[in-house]
T-cell receptor, first 116, second 111 residues
Framework: DAGVTQSPTHLIKTRGQQVTLRCSPKSGHDTVSWYQQALGQGPQFIFQ???????QRGNFPDRFSGHQFPNYSSELNVNALLLGDSALYLCASRVWLAGDHTGELFFGEGSRLTVL | SQQGEEDPQALSIQEGENATMNCSYKTSINNLQWYRQNSGRGLVHLILIRSNEREKHSGRLRVTLDTSKKSSSLLITASRAADTASYFC???????????FGTGTRLQVFP
């Protein structure tokens, strides 16, 4: 049973470029969330997708956008990269449960983005 | 923004000793979760405690929650070198799916 998989594992971009990160949720999961973790900090919530729609969003600018596909996989896109976007980007998945939205999350190993 | 603050920021102990980490948070919660992270890799869920629970056990882990003080503690008993990692508390509020993580405690267990 594959867990959450993310790609690429590492990438380097320059300021102003755009990046796309990919995530496949754990088998049987239909809800995907993205988190940004700066060095030495805890993860910060970017947004969550369910049924191909963005359901919740954290305090991130519009440069951060996402998508969920019919097979539940997801992409995170970041435009006009800034040096401060350098971080570990984590994808997490779970099963959508009506009435109880806050259970355990299963995380991938992350994509480490370096912006030069 | 970070919801929780873990204390201490770093902790070094010998194998066999107990490790205690504390977490404080700011707003009312539905539940509080603890996660472990090895060397900047993915997070692994350890335990979840609901707002109406005061204590929970899982193997060598013991978690307490005091909602009146908005604080939680994670106790790892009989620590092992393999427990070396960063530990994060994360709070979940009502009617929201996002987790708000603290700043983490770096635990080093020496053989």
């Amino acid at each position: 049973d594959a867990g959450v998989t993310q790609s690429p594992t590492h990438l380097i971009k320059t300021r102003g470029q755009q990046v796309t990160l990919r995530c496949s949720p754990k088998s049987g999961h239909d809800t995907v969330s993205w988190y940004q973790q700066a060095l030495g900090q805890g993860p910060q919530f970017i947004f969550q997708y369910y049924e191909e729609e963005e359901r919740q969003r954290g305090n991130f600018p519009d440069r951060f956008s996402g998508h969920q596909f019919p097979n539940y996989s997801s992409e995170l896109n970041v435009n006009a990269l800034l040096l401060g976007d350098s971080a570990l980007y984590l994808c997490a998945s779970r099963v959508w449960l009506a009435g109880d939205h806050t259970g355990e999350l299963f995380f991938g190993e992350g994509s480490r983005l370096t912006v030069l | 923004s970070q919801q929780g603050e873990e204390d201490p920021q770093a902790l070094s102990i010998q194998e066999g000793e107990n490790a205690t980490m504390n977490c404080s948070y700011k707003t009312s919660i539905n539940n509080l979760q603890w996660y472990r992270q090895n060397s900047g890799r993915g997070l692994v869920h350890l335990i979840l405690i609901r707002s109406n629970e005061r204590e929970k056990h899982s193997g060598r882990l013991r978690v307490t929650l005091d909602t009146s003080k908005k604080s939680s503690s994670l106790l790892i008993t009989a620590s092992r070198a393999a427990d070396t990692a960063s530990y994060f508390c994360a709070t979940a509020s009502y009617n929201t799916d996002k987790l708000i993580f603290g700043t983490g405690t770096r635990l080093q267990v020496f053989p």
